[in-house]
């Protein structure tokens, strides 16, 4: 599958849009505060745009994966090309892009969320140059994350993200931010330099024949790494089930666990929410979380099968904990929005229980829960955003009968609430469903246990909505206004898609399907090859 | 596509349209949305009707299936995919034609009740709403959309206890039936769960030729009759079951005559449906357990029942005891007559509820006038002597209530007695006596709450004379459809001989399905089973007949003719009746169990995860003082745990260091000769 | 009794000691220097010492010679600094001159 | 025996030019003194030549004054590094007011810096143990002055004295050590030291305490705990002019003599092509743990005791320690992998730390002060400035897509290449500490506001903001496309006498 467009290659408009975007933005005097909203919407709607043409040109039967050929819209440069010296070999970095049925969902999901953080940012006034250009790189990061093949370049894009991220949670976010503000930077970086290391022992672990001359190089070529006759002999990762390579898969782990974030790993995430602006946590939530269990199914499990079978059942039981552990956190808190953080963390506790499992159904259901917590916890950090915005109060216990007050809001607020609840007909019941039935069949106990989260879930988000929305309205929100067109427009979007994935999830499990299988039986079935030699 | 799959389907989704018209324009349609959301249910009784009798015409089940899900690959050699479909059969008519009669029924019924409602329109959206999920539970053909619009019914009886959501007690009573519900379809789920794991499909027909060719989830028989109570966890929620039974009497919260669609007739009934649905892969084992969570619900509803003062508080737990009573009758084995005691059960149910609500009605229009806001307007106490001022009311309910006890020639008489010689057919198979005793005691109990209800709110005469000159008969829109229900609980619908149903067209229809559990499991064979339910007819008729009777009897003697003091009792037996006034302390039990242990769980972990967790990580606060306090200028440079603690830890060597760095150029060289010499002493 | 290579590198030895002494020990700068200077002297020493025993090579005299050089360079250098130091702080007392701390 | 002298002199054009260039700056100084600008000039244009030059001498490979000085691709490199470090340095004092209120002796100072420059460029070729001391001297002496040029402040004056009397001690103990070697091998050529211990039978235990003894000198040169201490001291103390030269063009001669010395002494130079060009000591002097042990508490030490540091320049001079520490692991590798590393590391190092104090020194010459406090809303009142600042203490820490990333990258590269994953963890570890302090001053830059609510934009000059960008962008540009610099590395590893 190709698409160019002025001979680049779709992904890389995709990626690089926003920068461009960054670029005007920058140029643009600092008093046309229109002029930049407008311009970084624009940007961020053509990368929507682009997105949906890439998922509808998206060739559903290809695997992806492991191999280089079903790969789609693959774009394969030499970026970084050393010639070799005698006692070095040469080293070789290519600028690799391209996506199949994992990435997929999450470029489309990246695009989207973007712009709809684009427009939840409309009412920021605070340096708004600055804000803009730095969300624009945001994007960018995370957009590469989801389409490079390389390590390296992953790795790049990667840290690319923790800059903005820092100052957009520290200079925009709330009464305590500089303190979630670095606490979100020490901790991924703390576990990206672990994930460096691993990357590093894995490029000398692995060589690959150059096309070009012929001789064998070491490579980041994650495809490459995911194929064990690639190992050499006698290298730190070589061989089957060593210490080494369990070690390197921990160190991995940990990188990815901190970003998911899985418990006990978790903490940096409800301050980062609490403080964070609207938008921020949107992005937060809705894409930034993803990226930990998306590395995990790109670079855990493919390259590393034998250990990742070996601690299966310690992931599926850290998804249990996240599951219960943090529905039961939200059930206490007072805030709003901590409530939403911490059922984030429930949520993908969910998405790894999923992946545990190991199997079609697991695996799908862990991606397709990826795509949906993506949306629908979106949509709950705008609701709690637009209350805030007018009461700058985010108390559960100040609110109260906010339904008759503000009828259309309290209606998307409806399908958000039981989307994450899991009810039937919302997307989120899909995802939840195949993750625990997937689960089941390879956990049993742990699985049932896990499953009284959703018994837990109901409690919260129920008690939530009627502490909030129901009752009475107390005496001094009484001017509160309904939510306004932009706050519709950025809100409908992510309500049709939950509920019309609700009905129709095949619009993203197709895409999914193939790719779930093929990375299901490349872990079972490499799980015991021996690799270098 | 068999033409009347397609009514089946217009019949489905035609509620849901209603409820779509009304939710985005229901602003403008104002009061005529009731008539729009009434005119689309009459035509789907219609056509319910129609399906009905075309279907009892034919054997021919129709079935259509279709791939919902494919995941493109294959499990132990078969393609795993998701199937879903709709299926007609006798029951599914049946259920068909009662949802969308009562349905219909209710909606007649709400546009005299809930005229001057604030939210008119979206009250008649959340019952169209509601129709069409109870609608999909009952046409539906694989456990996958039976939990789909299981979950759903469970929304819309969320939105409608929750209608009047301003009060606190309102939205308690929502949030306590939709979280208890999720609790029993847990249960569900994981017995999908396991269905799935082993089958690897969840239509109906699929598992049940799978178990019928032997296949038992993990080659266990224990495992298939968990599979089995697990499923019927959904019922134990739905159908108010106990230990789940405690939702139902709270959601009379919600408007009277969803009490009477919802928590009496349909909804409800739903579980009851499941049981009925699962049956052919239920074993021995479970169907004892079913039989017995039966008879004990009935037992504990109906003597609460009897204490309880307020009008749809007793109707509640009489709606609880029955569906014990019809699960016990499933549980027996008698399956016939559980369905029946069903769809009877709802006709007079829904009936009762409907009078009651229109005695309410009556009560506040009387309490409006007088503007009284003090008595109660469902307080049985504050009634009596109704007969005279709403003879139509009183009639019909007097109808619906002989129904109910099992007096002779009402539908009710036909359906009980069946359940209650099934249960002396078990026992006689089974040894289980205690549950033909219980079936009789509930029985009697029975009778006696119901004409005390019906005695206290009719008979006697008016507490409060001034009140009574302001009460009337209901108007046109309420009485109509108490006389339709009235008529149908005559015996004549469901058997023309008015003793026995047996020789029913019912029971003809709605025969015993096809039992698939391996012989060694399975419960008594039919054939047998039914001979011994002729053999225990007669008994069973007479002592039903005579207990009910006796019932009757008491409550006339203690309430009409006031030979006996009722207040006496109650003084006498005191801590009895607390104990009874108070529901057996289910409520309190299980806020001081398990509601206060979840909450204060989930307090502990919070509190757990803000300070242990973050405390790990976040270097815990005594450590951030010990640090502030070494240094002044910490407070700015404590941000947060791991590197706090390296912090931490790092103040006390940063002092070493800089205590070191004492700006004596001396003392810098010893050091360097220290290190020296340390690194000699490396090599020596 | 001859003198041997031994002696010399004890002289070297001892001369090394005193200097590292006196430049650890004493307060005052030009005190300092001079330790410093003996450290240089006792290095020449065994320069010469090994050039001469050793059969070896001129380079260690030569080195003696150039290490004798700078010793006078940087002593020069040295006093400037030190004088400079005494115009500011109206002392030469190295421990006193300890502003620059943490 | 004269004509043997020119042709040696056409071998080190480079240091000749330079050493005209200084002539010529003091002889312009005595005629008058009050002209900065003709002074400035001179001295940059002299710079350039020399730069020039080398750059045309890129790939020869030969030694000179009877194997005294080598001129060969490793020195090159880094006379390289310290010119360019000197020229921008000399731009930087243009731009300093410390600097120029000292205008009288303004030819004083470019004579210093110049001799400085010469003394390193001499370092760094110089392949003989009496060489090596002589050239490191020349190089001190310069710097004991150069560091206590601002007369009027006590500090710089402590400073130099400090300096003084530290480096003349470790110099001397340094000296020592070279005089045991030297009674040990009979000889000072480090080829000739090198054959001599590759037949064994000398002392172990003499030769390795000549050796630490000399390690001590060089611990001093590179500010390697725990020979350190003077450093924070002095960098705060000097003027920041001549702590942003210390701090890399010294670090960088002191490195490139270190590497010189151990791996012509040290090195079993019979085993030479192991795979990733690793080498073998000769057996009896394993300094690699050694190596190995200073390197850990280098970085370590630095990081730490930088948490604490309000005074930005005293920040970065403990931030430059631990930056020696990572380049020593370099070292602790032994292969030309690791070399290769290491001086990938200084030419990134030069434009980041150069940069770093670059805008230290600007915000002084406006604010006065050093604080960290001053630095607070900075963000809003100069962002160029502070963005500047900013990506290059991101480069530091060793973030991508900066050049400090592939800084870092090369190293940790090399050590898994050894598999010494154990100090590479701890290395990884560090620079997560050191992000810790870097990011105070971002923080404080752009998270907190002036409490003195001063909002009115700082302006500065062209001249001063190109400046600047020649030293971000190769920060930005090297993070990304790396390729050359790797190569140019790789090629420059090798030394004369060395296949």
């Known amino acids: 599958m190709e698409l160019n467009i002025l001979n680049i290659g779709v992904l890389t408009w995709l990626t690089f849009l926003p920068i461009i975007g960054m670029v005007v933005v920058l140029l643009l005097p600092k008093e046309q505060k229109t002029a930049i909203r407008w311009t970084s919407l624009v940007f961020t709607l053509l990368q929507v745009v682009l997105a949906c043409m890439v998922f509808a040109k998206f060739d559903r039967s290809l695997a992806g994966v492991n191999s280089a050929e079903t790969m789609q819209f693959k774009e394969l440069f030499s970026w970084i090309n050393v010639i070799s010296t005698g006692w070095f070999g040469s080293i070789k970095i290519d600028y690799f892009l391209g996506i199949d049925g994992i990435s997929m969902p999450m470029v489309f999901l990246t695009a989207l969320i973007s712009c709809i953080a684009v427009i939840s940012s409309w009412s920021i006034e605070k340096s708004i140059k600055g804000y803009f250009a730095l969300l624009l790189l945001l994007d960018t990061g995370m957009m590469g994350v989801f389409v490079s093949l390389d390590f390296f370049l992953f790795y790049v894009f990667w840290e690319v993200m923790l800059l903005p991220m820092y100052f957009l949670i520290g200079v925009w976010g709330g009464p305590r931010r500089e303190y979630a503000a670095i606490k979100f930077f020490l901790y991924t970086l703390l576990g990206s330099v672990l994930l460096l290391l691993a990357m590093l022992a894995l490029y000398f672990s692995v060589s690959v024949i150059d096309p070009a001359t012929g001789e064998k190089i070491h490579t980041f070529n994650m495809l490459a790494m995911m194929n064990p006759a690639n190992y050499d002999a006698g290298s730190i990762l070589s061989g089957v089930s060593t210490t080494w390579r369990y070690l390197a898969y921990i160190a991995i782990f940990i990188g990815f666990a901190i970003k998911v974030p899985i418990f006990p790993f978790h903490t940096w995430l409800p301050d980062a929410h609490v ?29 590393f099968p034998d250990a990742a079978m070996h601690y299966l059942y310690p992931l599926a039981f850290l998804g249990f904990v996240n599951i219960i552990y943090g529905a039961l956190c939200a059930m206490a808190q007072k805030d709003f929005k901590k409530l ?124 939530t909505l009627q502490r909030v929305f129901l009752g009475t309205l107390p005496e001094k929100w009484n001017d509160l206004t309904d939510i306004n067109g932009r706050e519709l427009a950025m809100l409908i979007p992510l309500a049709i898609i939950t509920i019309v994935l609700g009905i129709f999830p095949n619009l993203m499990l197709d895409v999914m399907n193939v790719s779930a299988n093929t990375l299901v039986d490349l872990v079972k079935g490499s799980a015991g090859v021996v690799t270098g030699n | ?618 270097g815990a606060a005594w450590l951030t003082k010990i640090v502030s306090v070494i240094s002044g200028k910490f407070d700015t440079l404590v941000v947060d745990g791991m590197v706090n603690f390296t912090a931490f830890f790092t103040g006390m060597m940063g002092q070493t260091v800089q205590k070191v760095q004492t700006g004596k150029v001396q003392t810098y060289m010893i050091f360097a000769i220290i290190g020296f010499m340390v690194l000699l002493a490396l090599y020596i | 009794m001859t003198i041997t290579l031994t002696h010399f590198l004890l002289i070297s030895a001892i001369l090394f000691s005193l200097g590292m002494y006196a430049v650890l020990t004493r307060r005052n700068a030009i005190m300092v220097l001079m330790g410093v200077e003996l450290i240089l002297n006792s290095a020449n020493i065994n320069f010469l010492a090994f050039s001469r025993f050793g059969d070896m090579n001129i380079e260690g005299q030569m080195a003696a010679i150039f290490v004798i050089i700078l010793a006078a360079a940087e002593a020069a250098i040295a006093l400037a600094i030190v004088l400079n130091i005494y115009k500011r702080f109206h002392t030469v007392n190295v421990d006193e001159i300890s502003f620059l701390k943490d | 025996m004269l004509e043997t002298i020119v042709n040696n002199l056409s071998n080190i054009m480079p240091e000749v030019i330079v050493t005209v260039t200084l002539c010529v700056v003091l002889i312009v100084h005595l005629i008058d003194r009050k002209n900065m600008q003709i002074m400035t000039l001179l001295s940059i244009a002299g710079l350039f030549a020399a730069f020039y030059v080398l750059t045309e001498s890129i790939g020869t490979n030969n030694s000179t004054f009877s194997g005294m000085l080598s001129v060969d691709p490793f020195a090159i490199f880094f006379k390289i590094v310290i010119v360019f470090a000197t020229i921008v340095v000399v731009m930087m004092s243009r731009f300093s007011d410390e600097i120029n209120a000292e205008y009288r002796t303004i030819g004083e100072y470019y004579f210093l810096l110049l001799s400085m420059c010469l003394g390193m460029m001499f370092m760094v070729g110089s392949s003989n143990l009496l060489m090596m001391y002589l050239t490191l001297e020349m190089s001190s002496l310069s710097s004991y002055v150069a560091s206590g040029f601002t007369r009027k402040a006590k500090d710089s004056s402590e400073a130099s004295l400090k300096y003084l009397l530290y480096g003349a001690f470790s110099s001397g103990v340094m000296l020592y050590g070279i005089s045991i070697i030297y009674g040990l091998t009979g000889t000072l050529d480090l080829v000739g030291i090198n054959h001599v211990l590759m037949q064994g039978s000398s002392s172990h235990l003499a030769l390795i305490t000549a050796s630490i003894f000399i390690l001590v000198g060089f611990g001093y040169k590179i500010s390697a705990v725990p020979f350190h201490y003077w450093t924070p001291d002095v960098y705060e103390g000097a003027p920041t002019t001549i702590t942003a030269f210390l701090s890399v063009a010294s670090k960088a001669a002191g490195f490139a003599m270190m590497m010189r010395a151990f791996k012509v002494m040290f090195i079993d130079s019979s085993v030479l092509d192991l795979p990733a060009g690793a080498w073998t000591l000769i057996s009896g002097v394993q300094i690699q743990n050694a190596l190995m042990i200073l390197s850990v508490l280098t970085m370590t030490l630095g990081n730490l005791v930088a948490l604490w540091q309000d005074n930005v320049k005293r920040m970065l001079a403990y931030s430059s320690i631990a930056q020696a520490g990572y380049m020593l692991l370099g070292l602790v590798v032994l292969s030309n992998d690791g070399f290769s590393a290491v001086m990938i590391y200084f030419v990134v190092y030069l434009f980041m730390n150069l940069g770093a104090f670059y805008v230290v020194m600007l915000l002084a010459n406006k604010t006065g002060s050093e604080h960290i406090d001053n630095y607070r809303g900075i963000g809003k009142r100069a962002p160029l400035l502070s963005v500047a600042l900013a990506v290059f203490l991101i480069s530091l820490t060793g973030l991508p897509p900066t050049a400090g990333f592939i800084g870092k990258w090369m190293i940790f590269l090399s050590l898994i290449n050894a598999k010494m994953i154990g100090i590479a963890v701890v290395g990884v570890l560090n620079s997560v500490v050191s992000l810790y302090y870097y990011i105070r001053i971002i923080r404080n830059m752009f998270l907190r506001d002036d409490q003195t609510e001063t909002t009115e934009p700082i302006r500065f000059p062209l001249a001063q903001q190109i400046l600047l960008m020649s030293l971000l962008i190769p920060t930005l540009y090297f993070g990304l496309f790396f390729n050359q610099l790797i190569e140019f590395a790789q090629l420059s590893v090798q030394m004369f006498g060395m296949k």
């Open chain 1, 275 to 303: 403080e964070a602006p609207t938008a921020i946590s949107v992005i937060l939530a809705g894409v930034l979380l993803k990226m930990g269990t998306y590395g995990l199914m790109r670079i855990g499990f493919p390259i």
């Open chain 2, 1 to 618: 596509m068999i033409p009347e799959l397609n009514i089946a389907l217009a019949i489905l989704f035609l509620p849901l349209v209603s409820f779509l018209l009304l939710i985005f324009f229901g602003k403008r349609f104002l009061n005529r949305s009731g008539h729009i959301a009434t005119t689309f249910l009459g035509i789907d009784l219609i056509l319910a009707f129609f399906l009905f009798f075309s279907k009892l015409a034919t054997e021919a089940v129709w079935d259509i299936t279709v791939t919902w899900i494919d995941f493109h690959t294959m499990v132990n050699n078969i393609p795993l995919k998701l199937d879903i479909g709709i299926m007609v059969d006798n029951l599914t008519t049946v259920m068909l034609v009662v949802v969308t009669l009562i349905s219909f029924l209710v909606h007649v019924f709400s546009l005299a009740y809930m005229k001057d409602d604030v939210r008119y329109s979206r009250y008649y959206a959340n019952l169209g709403i509601f129709t069409f999920s109870m609608l999909g539970i009952v046409v539906t053909n694989n456990y996958l959309l039976m939990y789909v619009f299981w979950e759903l019914v469970g929304l819309s009886s969320y939105l409608l206890i929750g209608h009047w959501y301003e009060k606190k007690s309102a939205s308690d009573a929502a949030k306590k039936a939709f979280i208890v519900n999720r609790v029993g379809d847990l249960g569900f789920f994981i017995g999908i769960m396991i269905v799935w794991m082993q089958y690897s499909t969840l239509t109906f027909h699929g598992i049940f030729t799978a178990i019928g060719s032997g296949v038992l989830p993990y080659d266990s028989n224990a495992w298939l009759t968990a599979a089995g109570l697990l499923i019927f966890c959904g019922a134990i929620g739905k159908s108010a079951q106990f230990p789940l039974h405690v939702w139902l009497p709270d959601a009379m919260e919600g408007p009277t005559p969803v009490s009477a669609l919802i928590h009496a007739a349909t909804m409800v009934a739903a579980g009851v449906y499941l049981v009925a649905r699962t049956f052919p892969m239920l074993t021995a084992d479970a169907l004892m357990v079913i039989a017995y969570f039966g008879a004990v619900t009935s037992f504990i509803a109906a003597t609460i029942a009897i204490v309880q003062n307020d009008i749809k508080k007793i109707l509640a737990y009489s709606t609880v005891s029955q569906l014990g009573y019809m699960v016990m009758g499933l549980g027996v084995g008698a399956f016939s007559a559980g369905v029946m005691h069903l769809v009877t059960h709802a006709a007079f149910k829904a009936g009762l509820f409907l009078a009651s609500g229109s005695v309410i009605y009556a009560m506040h229009r009387a309490l409006h006038h007088l503007n009284d806001h003090h008595t109660d307007a469902q307080d049985v106490r504050s009634m009596g002597g109704l007969k005279s001022k709403m003879p139509v009311t009183f009639w019909t309910m007097t109808m619906f209530t002989l129904a109910i006890s099992g007096v002779p020639l009402t539908s009710g008489f036909l359906s009980k007695d069946e359940i209650l010689a099934g249960t002396l057919a078990y026992s006689h198979f089974t040894g289980h006596s205690l549950i033909p005793i219980v079936g009789f005691l509930v029985a009697g109990l029975t009778a006696f709450y119901m004409f005390r209800m019906l005695i206290l709110t009719f008979m006697g005469e008016h507490k409060d004379a001034h009140r009574f000159e302001h009460i009337h008969e209901s108007p046109k829109a309420i009485i109509i459809p108490l006389m339709v229900l009235a008529t149908f609980s005559f015996f004549a619908f469901f058997s023309l001989n008015p003793i026995s149903a047996s020789q029913g067209w019912f029971f003809e229809k709605i025969s015993y399905p096809a039992v698939v559990v391996p012989e060694k499991l399975a419960a008594t064979p039919t054939e047998e089973f039914v001979e011994e339910i002729h053999h225990q007819h007669t008994m069973a008729m007479a002592l039903s007949v005579g207990v009910s009777g006796l019932g009757i009897l008491i409550a006339f003697i203690t309430y009409f003719w006031k030979k006996i003091s009722a207040d006496a009792f109650e003084r006498m037996l005191k801590p009895l009746h607390t104990f009874l006034y108070r529901k057996w302390f289910f409520d309190e039990l299980y806020d001081a169990t398990v509601v206060a242990g979840t909450v204060g769980l989930a307090r502990l972990l919070a509190w757990f995860d803000n300070t242990i967790i973050d405390g790990i990580v976040n």
């Open chain 1, 340 to 463: 939403i953080a911490y059922s984030s963390v429930s949520h993908m506790g969910i998405v790894i229980l999923g992946m545990a499992a190991m199997n079609t159904q697991g695996m799908v259901g862990g991606m397709l829960q990826m795509f949906n917590h993506g949306t629908i916890t979106a949509m709950l950090f705008l609701i709690v955003g637009v209350i805030y915005d007018r009461a700058h109060t985010r108390g559960l216990d100040d609110f109260g009968g906010l339904m008759n007050k503000m009828p259309k809001y309290s209606g998307v607020m409806m399908i958000a609430f039981f989307a994450a609840i899991g009810l039937p007909g919302l997307s989120g019941f899909i995802s939840e469903a195949f993750s625990f039935l997937g689960a089941f069949q390879t956990f049993r106990w742990l699985t049932i246990a896990s499953a009284f989260g959703i018994v837990l879930t109901a409690g919260y988000m129920l008690w």
